[in-house]
């Protein structure tokens, strides 16, 4: 059985520039069995109802600006999976979770940004599902739980976001040993909350974690996480590290 995975992406130059997370990346993608498909939900894709990618063929979506061009370059050419695509709809409706195929759907940055750098070939299929933010935590962690059993399948299911995720308390000039002590404060208690499994507390973590606010102004980056924790296992650690001063770029494993 697989596990799932969540990813703090960073920023979409990970891709060119991967430090320290594209080395964890390709030792976790060589430690696991092939994945016979990939399953993502990511930050980028907001939407105000539940939907699944269902494109044959999902086009690279370069879903910002101001960077190098060679970024801009970057393709990530994986198939889809329109079969898995319309099973995925069904499980969740099983669940009582309505959701949609969209067959325009391309794969935006939190999903080939890290994809590229766990599977640079681009030849395993990809589904992404859409992130509905405005549910919130408890609704991503019932999702995860509706399709958990893929990974009994060879399906690895991602949630690809961020631990911490304020872009306007960036320093852009920092080394990756300078931390702000409050995001080191917000995700220990994160990592402390998760190895206890307290889903109470995660799922009211903007009442109860430190700095919550100032690390997500908004939470669509952290919700990827309760995705990962629903679908998976026990809670470990794959790999921890800080750009930028605040933000975080661990990877944790369930399962």
Known sequence: MLPSLFISHGSPMLALEPGASGPALTRLANELPRPKVIVLVSAHWESPDL????????ETWHDFGGFAPALFAVQY???GDPALAARIVQLLADKGLPARLDANRPFDHGAWVPLSLMYPAA???VVQVSLPSQL????QTEIGRALGTLRNE???IIGSGSITNNLHELDWHAGPE?????AREFRDWMIQTLASDDESALHDYRTLAPYAAKNHPSDEHLLP???ARGAGGPFSIAHQGWTLGALGMDIYRFG
């Open 225 to 227: 996480l309760y995705f």
């Open 154 to 156: 060879g399906i690895l």
């Open 136 to 139: 919130g935590p408890k609704a």
């Open 178 to 182: 300078s931390i702000e002590p409050w």
């Open 51 to 58: 939907r699944v990618a269902s494109h044959p063929a999902p």
């Open 77 to 79: 050419p994986a198939p």
């Open 123 to 125: 030849d395993i299929p």
